[in-house]
Structure formats: structure tokens, C-alpha cells
């Protein structure tokens, strides 16, 4: 009879153990932080704003509360999350982005007699990003594979080739005015190279003298006319930067104090990234010892080209690292070349409309795409976009489930640690967790995420237009989950 108890017993704790998870979900939440959300919603919207908040249970998949969570609105830089989502599930986790340099033509005694080609295949990390800040790094290391190869010389041109993207460079969504210049204006290309930007670090000279300026990496392809003064003191730069629209002729105008050694740094955009790529990379190889003698030209290879040439180097590069700079930095270049990516799965070509067509399949195919909503890009710089915070917080629900969410979850800004939530959320009841996109464009502010405690696990969106104090109603809002 004792051993029957005993076997009992143990077959209930077994049972017991197995159906009750770590996280068994807290059912509703506390009145009073109910009550404390509505009201943070309420004092944001006041006489003109819209604000739509969902807030779900990550274990039970309970929809905990539900504020205007249909309303349709611009969502700034949290449509990533919607980018990032679509490329996990569809491209998959182990996806990797290949950018190759080929031999069109057979080395002999250190020649290459023919040319030379770039072909880029959408990554967005060729940059310093993953180097200490040394942004020809990918470049000095595929000229030694060159050099291995025998390679010290090449008679023809270097060649760029990149047709994988199509359509415009700069969505038709986005800023009118001058913005392109600015890092988050990028043009979109297959082959791009150091986000598409080159710095400006100007420094002072003499008083009485012009500044001095140079450009990182040091380059050919803009040419940068000095309009600047250093004046006597210590006081910060006061620093103006153009370039046309069509060309990449950048003027410094302004003011460098003598005293300030730091100076001023800023990345501009460049015109035609894909070339400026190549361009880089030619003078890169000219400074390691081997010399193109031809022009930097763009070529379209077709596929019986490309397969007789000779592939000498082949860089492959991760999609997971493509998600930190994209959710905790809120870099759109990356952004939008995974949209691309995503147009080439879907149909054989990279573009702003194929991208956003492959996004909206996948939300089909999901249950989650809804009349009304609006896809222009995939990093969320377009005003015109539109989605709801049901719609993300399905997102964030259905990724949390995945084999992939501790990948996802790690990809997003902490609060009060790094990305975009660097200085906020920073309370120590907060540290460690809150996991969150931001997002901010001219009258939206949005945020969505994770608030993971020992207690629950919650998923979150966050989106407001035309809102007052958005910012710290949102942060009050985070602050009364992690307390739910």
C-alpha cells in the first residue's frame, strides 16, 4: 500500500513538473497597472494624437490589454521589426549574404590579362563594423587572398557588378529635403560598402587658417571643397555639409576653434554607392601592391558570364549579423537591403515594390495582413507606412515561440544598456529586462518588444502619432509591466 502511495505521489510530481513551465504566465494584469497604462495612453493622445498599445502574455498567448490595437498607424522604425521577421521566416536563420571577386580572364606570371569584378550580393556588413572600426579590413584581407592566388597585376578594368537589386536607390516614401545626405538616407544597393557613407573628420588648423579635412577611408571618389575657418578658443564646431543630390562634391562650411582638437565628425552619403564600393576597393588593392590599370566601370553579367569566370575570393557574411545593427542601432541601409533580399526570394529581383510584396505574403500567409496597411519600405523612414500594434505584438508573440527568439530577442536595443535604449529605461528595477525597437520619425514615436521578469513574460507594441510626452509615457508604461 505504501509503495502504491509512494508511486503516486511521485507520478503527480512528475505530471506536476512537466505541465506547470518556468514561466506559467500571471493571468491579467493588476488593476492598477491596467489603470496606470490607459491613463499613460490617455495623457499622450490628449487633443490630437492617436496611440494604439497591445500588450500580450509571451507563455499563455492571453492579449492582456488592448487599446486602439487596430488603429492603423505609421510605426517609424518599428516596421524593422516586420523586415526582420519576414527575413528570419522566410530566409531562415542560417541564410548568409555571398559577395564574391572574380577573374574575367587567366593569370599568368602574376597578370590577370582580362578584368576584374566586385559582385555584390546584398550584404550590408562590408564595413568596419566587425573590425575594430577599420573599414577597409575585408578589403586589405581579399587583397592578400589575391596576392596568394598569384595575382599582382590586372590589364583590364574593375569591374562592379550590382544587378541583384533593381528599381530606384532612394524610396520615393522618404524625406524631400536635404536628409539624403544623412547616414540613415542611404542609397540601396546590392554592393555596398561602409554603409554607404564616407566620414568627414575636420579638425583645426591654425587660427586664421582653413580646417583641416579628411575624408575616411581616404578616397578619390568624393572631392570635398574646404569652405571652413579655425578661429582662436575652445568652443564646439560649428559645422554645415553639402553635396547635390546627382554628384559627390562635398563642401564644408563653418567654424573649428583651435583649442578643440577633437574637432567634428560626421559619415555622409555618397551618389552611386556601388561604384564608390569598387573605387575603395581598386585603391585598396593599388596600396597592397597590386595595380588595375583600367577604369572602375559597372558590368551586368549574365549567367553564362558569371559562370565562366573565376571566383577568387568568396565572402560570406551572416544574416544574424545583420539583425543587431538593424534592431538595437536602427541602421536602415541593413534594413532595406534585407527587404531586397527579400524581393529576390520572392521574385528573382530586388526592389523596394518587390520587397514589400514579399513582406506582405508572408503576413498573408500568417493570418496577420489586414486591409488598409501600408508597406513603402522596410526600415520604417517613410511617413506614409502604416500597420497596428496588433500586428506587431503577433509578430513578437509568434518569434517568441521560435527556435530562433533567444537570436531575435538578443538583436533588439536594452534597456538602459545599448542601441537606441542606451539612456533610457536605465532604472535598476528595469536592468536586463526590457528588450524593445524604438522608433522616432517626425510625430511618431513608437516602441515594441519584450519585458521579461522573473515573474512573467510579457510582449508589447507601442505605437504613437502625433502624440504629447510619448517618449516618457511610453517608458511609464514599460516601467508598470516589468511590475505586473
Known sequence: MRKQALGLALLCGLWFSVSMPVHAGGGALPAEVESGIL???????????????????????????????????????????????????????????????????????????GDLCLVGGGDPNLSGRFHDGDVLAIYRAWAAVLSGRGVTRVTGDLQYESSMFGGESFCDGWPKDDQYIKWYCAEVTALAFNDNCVGIKVTPGKAGSPAKIETVPPTSYVKVINETTTLPGRKGAEIGIVRSRTDNTITVKGKVYEGASWGYSVDVTVHEPDCYAATVFKETLAAQGIVVAGAVKPVTLTREQFESATTLVEHKAKLVDALTPINTNSQNLHAEMLLRQLGVRYTGKGTFKTGTAAVQDYLKKEGLLKDGMVFLDGSGLSAANRVSARLLSSLLYKIGGSTYFD??????????????????????????????????????????????????????????NDCAFSRECQDEIIKLLAKA
Open 39 to 113: 491613463s499613460q495612453l490617455r495623457k499622450a493622445e490628449s487633443k490630437r494624437g492617436t496611440a494604439g498599445c497591445v500588450v500580450r502574455d509571451l507563455d499563455t498567448g492571453d492579449t492582456l490589454l488592448d487599446f486602439k490595437a487596430d488603429e492603423l498607424l505609421a510605426p517609424a522604425s518599428n516596421m524593422k521589426l516586420v523586415t526582420t521577421a519576414a527575413a528570419m521566416a522566410t530566409l531562415g536563420a542560417d541564410f548568409e549574404f555571398t559577395t564574391r571577386v572574380c577573374a574575367r580572364g587567366t593569370i599568368s606570371n602574376g597578370t590577370l590579362q
Open 407 to 464: 537570436t531575435f530577442r538578443d538583436s533588439l536595443a536594452i534597456g538602459g544598456e545599448s542601441g537606441t535604449l542606451e539612456k533610457r529605461l536605465n532604472d535598476s528595477a528595469l536592468k536586463g529586462k526590457v528588450f524593445a525597437k524604438t522608433g522616432f520619425i517626425n510625430g511618431v514615436r513608437a516602441l515594441s518588444g519584450y519585458v521579461i521578469t522573473d515573474r512573467r513574460r510579457l510582449c508589447f507594441s507601442i505605437l504613437m
